[in-house]
């Protein structure tokens, strides 16, 4: 959800900013990645699932309250935080499948598989809002406002099961 929420506020002809900052995601992950695999940073699942849910709601927020999709340093920082935070979740799932030890091959194939998800789960959003755009002849802020609305549902109630 979180990537398609980061998807929905651009459009096709801002490729250069949204990939720049889908970039940022990317580098972010592979830095938690490795950070949590070299146990560098440690946390429970429980708190990064909460902190995940927290994520997903400030990125709804920051949709809300954003109205032109840009790609400044602020942002690039708070999506590489993001990065770091999803390469933290990723390790659990690293590690759920591959044990404690460090390999240099699947973890490398394991990180560019995610990466790879990531472009492809957020370039599929951002062409299926644009042609919904295109087929419905919608506003744009207005089509932002309702998927905002549906992440921010989400993430409240990913929230509240967490507590």
Known sequence: MLL??????????????????????????????????????????PTVKLILAFSILIV????????????STI???????????????????????????????????YSLGASVSYFLISFISLLVSSVLMLVFKSDRRSFNLVITGIGIGIALVLIYLRY
């Open 4 to 45: 398609v929420l980061f998807g929905i506020t651009f459009q096709l002809k801002d490729w250069k900013a949204y990939f720049s900052l889908l970039l940022a995601v990317v580098i972010g992950s592979i830095a938690g990645l490795l950070l949590c695999n070299f146990t560098i940073i440690n946390f429970s699942t």
């Open 60 to 71: 709804g927020l920051q949709n809300l309250l954003i109205s032109q999709s840009s790609a």
């Open 75 to 109: 942002r690039y920082n708070f999506f590489a935080l993001i990065g770091i935070i999803l390469g933290i979740a990723i390790n659990f799932h690293y590690r759920k499948h591959y044990g404690s030890g460090f390999s240099f091959y699947p973890f490398t194939g």
